[in-house]
């Protein structure tokens, strides 16, 4: 559950940094906002697997 939580703090960074970047042309949010969603990425990727380890432990 940690995970789920660190990727909606990090969904309502990206939308936070992305309204920067497209309604007031911010182009440092740009910047932070590419970096949230490979942090979105990497941490999405994590709870996939370990998702599916669980599901497979169980059989």
């Not at 309204?19 to 990497?42: C, M, P, S, W």
Request: hydrophobic fraction near 35%.
């Amino acid at each position: 559950m940690e995970k789920l939580a660190e990727l909606k703090a990090l969904v309502e960074t990206a939308e936070k940094e992305g309204q920067a970047f497209y309604e007031k042309n911010n182009k440092a949010a740009g910047t932070r906002l590419r970096n949230a969603l490979q942090q979105i990425k990497v941490i999405a990727t994590d709870l996939r697997k370990d998702v599916t380890e669980k599901k497979n432990a169980e059989k």
